[in-house]
T-cell receptor, first 115, second 114 residues
Framework: EAQVTQNPRYLITVTGKKLTVTCSQN?????MSWYRQDPGLGLRQIYY???????DKGDVPEGYKVSRKEKRNFPLILESPSPNQTSLYFC??????????????FGPGTRLTVL | EDQVTQSPEALRLQEGESSSLNCSYT??????LFWYRQDPGKGPEFLFT???AGEEKEKERLKATLTKKESFLHITAPKPEDSATYLC???????????????FGGGTRVLVKP
């Protein structure tokens, strides 16, 4: 089954304790992104990757890092989490940029609480 | 700055009562407009992509239309299983489309009562 998976699905942590949220897709997609969803602010892009070793900032990259060492994986790293990073996080992937291939498919989400 | 506004914020319908959701957008060159459905605690599920004004797409009880300033999602004779939040997003042309970035609206929460 074609899917985007994320782990963990739920995480409660404390300020300053480094964490990684993993994302994996089995569709051989080139493009992967991370979004966060907050009430009243909608979904906002954090980082994206257009291929292995190619990553760039989205709209809200502060406090986050990413890496893309393999095509299928795109982990999100919070080196020193703060309470304002409490949010619902989604990973998404798409196969290309032309019509019909630019649809992003989303993972199930990771609910992060930083105390 | 690209902007997407969805209305209404919430919609309560009786089963069978058709209605429309609005998505107004401002973008410096539209590349594509996307509709997603999101159930509580789940990720957005892709419904439609519209690329050009005048384009229409249908899927079961849902029909999406696009003009140069807005898109509508029409729900015909809805059933309780159509209850969800419906999200609209735009993709701009050029460098802003890098990574297939989507700019989302706030969503419309739809509740269909039996």
């Amino acid at each position: 089954e074609a899917q985007v998976t994320q782990n963990p699905r739920y995480l409660i942590t404390v300020t300053g304790k480094k964490l990684t949220v993993t994302c994996s897709q089995n569709m051989n997609h080139e493009y992967m992104s991370w979004y966060r969803q907050d009430p009243g602010l909608g979904l906002r892009q954090i980082y994206y990757s257009m291929n292995v070793e190619v990553t760039d900032k989205g709209d809200v990259p502060e406090g986050y890092k990413v890496s893309r060492k393999e095509k299928r994986n795109f982990p999100l790293i919070l080196e020193s989490p703060s309470p304002n990073q409490t949010s619902l996080y989604f990973c998404a992937s798409s196969s290309g940029q032309s019509r019909g291939t630019d649809t992003q498919y989303f993972g199930p989400g990771t609910r992060l609480t930083v105390l | 700055e690209d902007q997407v506004t969805q209305s209404p914020e919430a919609l309560r319908l009786q089963e069978g009562e058709s209605s429309s959701l609005n998505c107004s957008y401002t973008v410096s060159g539209l590349r594509g407009l996307f509709w997603y459905r999101q159930d509580p605690g789940k990720g957005p599920e892709f419904l439609f992509t519209l690329y050009s004004a005048g384009e229409e797409k249908e899927k079961e009880r849902l029909k999406a239309t696009l003009t140069k300033k807005e898109s509508f999602l029409h729900i015909t004779a809805p059933k309780p299983e159509d209850s969800a939040t419906y999200l609209c997003a735009v993709q701009a042309r050029g460098i802003k489309a890098a990574g297939n970035k989507l700019t989302f609206g706030g969503g419309t929460r739809v509740l269909v009562k039996p």
